[in-house]
């Protein structure tokens, strides 16, 4: 006789479920089976735990229960630069922190950093309920192999993620060539898999550290493996300056010209678009991430992110490394496009929780063509996020994105769940352990902060 399935019966939640026809469903009740790590069944507590008698419970006493949070662009090797100071005068542009900053700070990670630069920013994914991460890392005296490294930091998390290593000529053509030669080894290793909790894309650095040479190497690598790229565009004018001075094309007809975009393509942020570019991300059916915490903290400008909606191009929501609380992104987006445009009917509740929610969906299901993410139904993936949260007004399925973008702090997240696993539970993180990874952390990012000292000022 076969063994009987064990069942998590999860009671007394109110259960937003987001999705086409959202509902939000009070003393709500879900039933994950441990077999495949979707939701099996969902419905009034009273229903299902008559229907399960024998499930295990787990009283979620009246917490708000949510499918986890996406994070459709971030970088887990940006995780030491945190209170690192930088030797010399303050970067003035963004060209000047990409060459005072972050080019320092990746040069200076080992295969070791980066493992622990990721466990720190999967600590936080858990701790925050974000359980989907597309990640783009960089370190270019650790190339070989460094997809590994971080895969298996998720793995031991328990979260899915989607990796690539960023190809630049920064670095000169070996080190080129060795990000090519990466991205298409993860693609082929066995990480990647139908159904694993990994994906790759084919990582690229921006336009302005790449030649045609090395973008025609980067398309030839990709052959038939099947592989999206993943790019920063625009992020910044230097990005088209250096394009129309290159090539005398923008950023994004050069992209397009030299064969990367399409509908398995991120370009994230795309400040700086005109509307032809507009047109071709949408014609492609390219992908944009929006990331308004880095594009403010490195005063970039606003990405036009309504304009690019209008014209139907796909748009989901990252963090570009910020912290993996998806909700203060989300407050950012809410927040910035009101005060730029000085029109409080800018980028209203509900568009910012489509991002968050709906396409970042879509987006994860360019890399998990099987997996239902960003809504609770059954055949859903069992991810899921516990905000202990009691509305002091009126909650409603429709006015939920003002409940989240007003009421939810950081601290409200009590348990994670990523395909039916526990990952946190009453605040306690059950498959990494923090306090070891703190500190360990701590030590070594004081050695990446010495040696990034050691390359001496620009
Ligand atoms: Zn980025």
């Given at each position: 006789m076969a063994a009987e399935k064990s069942q998590l019966l999860i009671t007394h939640a109110r259960l937003a479920?987001?999705?086409?026809?959202p509902a939000l469903i009070e003393d709500g009740a879900l039933l994950i089976e441990d077999?495949?790590?979707?939701?099996a069944a969902l419905g009034p507590t009273a229903e299902l735990a008559a229907r399960y008698p024998a499930a295990e419970r787990w009283d979620a006493a009246g917490q708000l229960v949510l499918p986890a949070s996406i994070c459709a662009h971030t970088h887990f090797y940006g995780a030491f630069a945190r209170g690192m100071a930088v030797p010399g005068e303050p970067a003035a542009d963004f060209p000047q922190i990409l060459e005072r900053l972050w080019w320092r700070l990746d040069k200076a990670l080992t295969l070791g950093d980066a493992r622990y630069s990721a466990l720190v920013c999967l600590v936080d994914a858990v701790r925050h309920g974000t359980t989907t991460l597309i990640d783009h890392h960089a370190s270019p005296n650790g190339i070989e192999g460094s997809l590994d490294v971080v895969a298996e930091a998720v793995r031991e998390a328990g979260l899915r993620a989607c990796l690539c290593y960023e190809v630049t000529d920064r670095d000169g053509p070996e080190r080129a060539q060795a990000g090519i030669v990466e991205n298409v080894r993860f693609a082929r290793s066995q990480f990647v898999n139908h159904d694993s909790q990994f994906a790759a894309s084919f990582g690229l650095h921006a336009s302005l550290t790449l030649s045609d040479e090395t973008l025609a190497d980067c398309v030839s690598a990709v052959g038939d493996l099947g592989l999206g790229f993943h790019v920063h565009v625009a992020e910044d004018g230097a990005d088209q300056d250096d394009s129309l001075h290159k090539s005398g094309k923008r950023v994004v007809h050069r992209l397009h010209d030299a064969g990367i975009l399409g509908p398995r393509t991120i370009a994230a942020h795309c400040v700086h678009v005109d509307e032809g570019e507009i047109e071709l991300l949408a014609e492609t059916g390219t992908w944009v991430t929006h990331q308004p915490r880095s594009n403010m903290n490195n005063g970039v400008g606003v990405a036009p992110i309504e304009r690019m909606l209008r014209a139907g191009v796909n748009i989901g929501l990252g963090?570009?490394?910020?912290?993996?609380?998806m909700f203060a992104e989300m407050k950012a987006a809410y927040l910035v496009h009101k005060l730029n445009q000085r029109d409080p009917r800018a980028m209203p509740g509900d568009l910012v929780m489509r991002l968050a929610y709906a396409n970042n969906a879509r987006l994860a299901r360019v890399f998990w063509p099987d997996l239902v993410l960003g809504e609770l139904r059954e055949g859903a993936a069992a991810d899921l996020v516990f905000l202990d949260y009691a509305p002091t007004t009126p909650l409603t399925a429709g006015n939920l994105p003002w409940h989240l973008l007003f009421g939810i702090e950081a601290s409200a997240v009590t348990a994670t769940l990523c395909a039916g696993r526990v990952l946190m539970r009453d605040r306690e993180l059950?498959?990494?352990?923090e306090e070891a990874i703190t500190a360990r952390s701590r030590e070594l990012a004081a050695q990446v902060w010495d040696r990034v000292n050691e390359q001496g000022l620009f």
């Open positions: 479920t987001l999705g086409d026809a077999d495949d790590g979707r939701i963090n570009d490394g910020f912290s993996n609380h059950l498959t990494l352990d």
